[in-house]
């Protein structure tokens, strides 16, 4: 009690004399009050009191403790997978990624979008598709640079020994070399450099649109799999009551043995039922964290699509109103529970295609690649045909001996070529023109004379060239095989297209189907309660109509399910990813 008493009055003292605290302040401890710890009410803001010099920010902390898990998953990496290089789990285990997966699972409740949003950050092809997209335009900039002249600055300062006299030297030399005629080479090169960007943008929107249908077939399934749970557990909730009031009613041997282990069977399968619905759940959240790159002990929260008991009530209430008025019904409308939102009128199968054809990437992709092989098979072709540059070098010479002059004055120098080959028929054909005029050197100084040349130059090579015809060959065998990929493509897509479309037809009817038969089923269960209210049945059969609602509301989200991932798989194979929206229109239904 001495050394709490001493510990309080020094606490006391030191913030007395700090001019950061206020008499007033709330942190300041109040003598009456006594506590135990002595810098009990010292804030962030106090700690340049007790430990001078030392300031320690919130955000501060924040990054300190980001920093801790990101030394802890490197190493917990490395222990897993020891054969991974330092290098690469460094780089893939950053502080930025450890926050942005912190902040996303810290956000509340996580809609489709949110979800889709993140799973393209963290989707590890959808980087690799941006980069090659980076690299496709430097292809196009290398292709646009061999268009125009390629110039070239040289300076040469030399010092020797000519017949035991020593001589100095500089010269500086701008040479420019323009294609005059490359058989359209470098044209379509261009083309097929932006031909390959496009192919390798629509190649970045297919991964994309891959990932919007994947991580919403694993976010339907989740949503199923935690609901179907979420009315398991509700049940056995309920029914837990009724199976005591059957086991002291069997104690009491006001049931018979039969009838008491009927109950408890029953009771025991909703248990097991609810424990397989447990295992789904996980399953399925794996499957949903996979995509969005985040730990298995993570949890989310995610903001649920549909009401299954507001669905129920509004097709009940549809049936109940069309049942009363059969005029306001048309026996031709494709779902009676349209007007509750579940089941939209579905678009037409032509129309559909027709779109398939304007936005499908995979289509895009493949006529992109077809119109590279093209260009490809005509810069090979361009190869067989004759080629022209011409160069020009201009520049100064300056040399002497030291005797003469240790800077001696520069003379200009000149020098024109044309050269021309061509690959004919596998033979090359080269032929060369120069006329090259030199400034004069250390042994035509004295004379102050340059030299001046004229050459031509001509040479023959005996089937040295077959390859260029063996790769004309080659690119005409690939632009067949494009084709090949291109018309497999065009299936593909269509195939898709019918089968989104027909998925979504089931879908549809089976949805409505199951609305109808879980109100049967809930109004059983409801009948069956009133009777077991008025003893004229037994425990055991009130629970068995409650399984099968049960059962029944189970098969309903099953139904939903299909349906959305119909719709999801219906935008894919269109290759619009709003084209029927999925959670705008079912969210707050």
């Not at 909730?237 to 282990?261: G, N, V």
């Not at 499957?287 to 649920?304: C, H, K, M, N, V």
């Not at 798989?569 to 079912?586: F, H, K, T």
């Amino acid at each position: 009690m001495k050394t709490s008493k001493s510990a309080l009055f020094f606490a006391a003292i030191i913030l007395s004399f700090s001019p950061f605290v206020r008499a007033d302040d709330p942190g300041v401890p109040s003598p009456a009050a006594a506590p135990a710890d002595p810098s009990a009410g010292i804030t962030l803001k106090h700690q340049e009191v007790t430990r001078p010099g030392v300031e320690i920010s919130q955000d501060q902390l924040t990054r300190e403790a980001i920093r801790q898990r990101v030394r802890a998953l490197r190493q917990e990496r490395m222990r897993v997978m020891p054969y991974l290089d330092r290098g690469f789990v460094r780089k893939s285990i950053h502080p930025k990624k450890v926050q942005e997966k912190i902040q996303f699972t810290q956000g509340g409740e996580k809609k489709l979008q949110d979800l889709v949003a993140r799973a393209i950050q963290a989707h590890t092809p959808a980087q690799a598709a941006q980069e090659r997209i980076s690299l496709a335009r430097r292809r196009i900039l290398t292709a646009v640079r061999q268009l125009f002249p390629e110039v070239t600055y040289n300076y040469e300062d030399r010092e020797g020994l000519q017949n035991d006299q020593k001589f100095n030297s500089r010269q500086y030399s701008f040479e420019l070399r323009q294609p005059i005629f490359r058989g359209g080479i470098l044209w379509n090169t261009l083309l097929q450099e932006r031909a390959e960007l496009r192919a390798a943008e629509k190649e970045y929107d297919k991964i994309l649109q891959d990932v919007v249908r994947d991580v919403s077939k694993a976010f339907f399934e989740y949503s199923r799999t935690k609901q179907v749970a979420e009315d398991r557990l509700d049940a056995i909730s309920r029914m837990e009551r009724f199976a005591s009031i059957s086991e002291q009613k069997f104690r009491e041997e006001l049931i018979s043995e039969i009838e008491h282990l009927n109950v408890q069977s029953l009771f025991s399968q909703m248990k097991y039922d609810y424990e397989t619905a447990k295992q789904e759940l996980e399953l399925a959240k794996l499957d949903l964290q996979s995509y969005l790159d985040i730990d298995p002990e993570d949890s989310i929260q995610t903001a649920g699509i549909y009401d299954v008991n507001s669905l129920v009530n509004k097709s009940s209430s549809e049936a109940a109103s069309a049942s009363a008025d059969p005029s306001n019904s048309d026996p031709n409308a494709p779902a009676s529970s349209e007007a509750a939102g579940v089941i939209p009128g579905a678009p037409e199968l032509q129309g559909l295609v027709d779109k398939a054809y304007g936005h499908r990437a995979e289509l895009q992709v493949e006529a992109a690649k077809l119109a590279s092989a093209q260009l490809k098979e005509r810069i090979r072709l361009g190869e067989l045909l004759p080629r022209a540059d011409i160069v020009m070098d201009m520049g100064a010479l300056g040399e002497a001996f030291d005797d003469d002059a240790l800077r001696p004055k520069k003379r200009n120098e000149f020098r024109a070529m044309l050269e021309f080959s061509w690959n004919a028929g596998g033979n090359t054909i080269k032929y060369d023109f120069e006329n090259d005029e030199n400034a004069p050197s250390v042994t035509q100084f004295q004379s102050s004379s340059g030299s001046q040349t004229t050459r031509n130059k001509f040479s023959v090579g005996l089937f040295d060239g077959l390859d260029a015809l063996a790769d004309a060959k080659e690119a005409e065998a690939e632009k067949l095989d494009q084709i090949v990929e291109l018309e497999n493509a065009e299936k593909q897509v269509i195939q898709d297209v019918k089968q989104a479309y027909y998925d979504y037809q089931k879908a549809s009817i089976q949805v409505k189907s199951s609305l109808q038969r879980l109100n049967y089923r809930q109004r059983l269960a409801q009948l069956s309660q009133h009777r077991l209210e008025q003893n004229e049945i037994q425990i055991s059969e009130y629970m068995q109509a409650e399984i099968d609602a049960l059962s029944e509301r189970a098969e309903l989200h099953k139904a939903l399910n299909d349906y959305f991932t119909a719709k999801a798989s219906l935008n894919r194979a269109v290759g619009i990813q709003d084209y029927m929206p999925i959670e705008e229109s079912y969210a707050g239904q």
